[in-house]
Every structure is written in C-alpha cells, then in structure tokens.
C-alpha cells in the first residue's frame, strides 16, 4: 500500500512540475492533481495533510484554482473545513491560457524574427546573427503557433474532446 501511495504522491508532484514549467506554482498543480484524481471531495485539511505543506499555502492556491474555475467548493466538513471537487473540464482553462499567453508570446516571437530576417547580410554578419537559425526559428514557432489557435478554435467542451484533438494533431508525430 506504501507504494501505491508513493506512485500516487509521484504522480501528484509530476503534475505540480508540469504547471510549474506552464508558468504556475507547483502547488497549484499539486493542489489541481490531489483534487482531479479524487473519487471524492476533499476537503482542505485531507489536502493539507496529503500534501504536507501549509493550510496557508493550500488556501492560497485554492483560491486562485478557484479564480482559474479549475476547482470548485461543494460543501463543508466538520470544523468548517470546505470541500472541493475539480474542474470537469480543464480544457476550457488550457484554452484559455494558450489564447491569453502562449499565442501572444508566439506572435511577439514571429515579430522580432520578422525584423530580423529582413536585415541585410552585412547587419546580421555585424550582430552575429545566423539568417538560416532565424528563418528555421521562424518556421518552428509558425507551426507552433498554428497548432495553438487550431487549439483555441475548437470547440472542447469535455477531456475527451481534448484527447480526441491531440490524437489528430500527434497522429502526424508517429
């Protein structure tokens, strides 16, 4: 059982480190991950005491996966503690945070490698800059970017239907 657990607790801080790499805190994630894989609500004490961190940094995050609409309150416990269940649909939250963030980081990206592609030979040679890296980089972060609004235009209203989009989009990576 220790080591069901461990995989469990694994599992729970892989998930934290992939938010952290998204931009987030890693206790978001953690936080995100206890309640998602829960067969039940839980409430904030369990996740305080699962995670073995804070209730003041559990609060903290669970108010702002309250804000994201990532988790939501379903009721309380003995002692006041407020029950929590997640989100059915993370995918509307993804869509949300690749619109607001990566698609503007994409298109500031394409504009600075725009300029620099139009320089001339001799300005690039003075900066030290390698066109063939610049148009490269420019066509990788085109596709990149072409595969996020194809994200955010589609119409994802369960986890199945973000499975279902991936697959179309990865079944040319395999």
Known sequence: MQDQEALVNNLVDGVGSFIEYWGFRKIHGRVWAKIYLSDRPLSTPEIVSSLGVSKALISGALNELMEHKLVVKVGQVKYGGITYISCPNPAEVVQDVIRNRE???????????????????????????????????????????KI???????????IGDWILFIKKVSRYTF
């Open 103 to 145: 698609l503007v980081l994409f298109e500031n990206i394409q504009a600075n490698l725009i300029s620099l592609d139009k320089l001339s030979a001799v300005d690039s040679k003075k900066l030290g800059i390698n066109k063939d890296s610049v148009q490269k980089l420019k066509i990788l972060t085109g596709f990149h970017k």
């Open 148 to 158: 996020a609004e194809k994200m955010c235009k589609k119409n994802i209203k369960t």
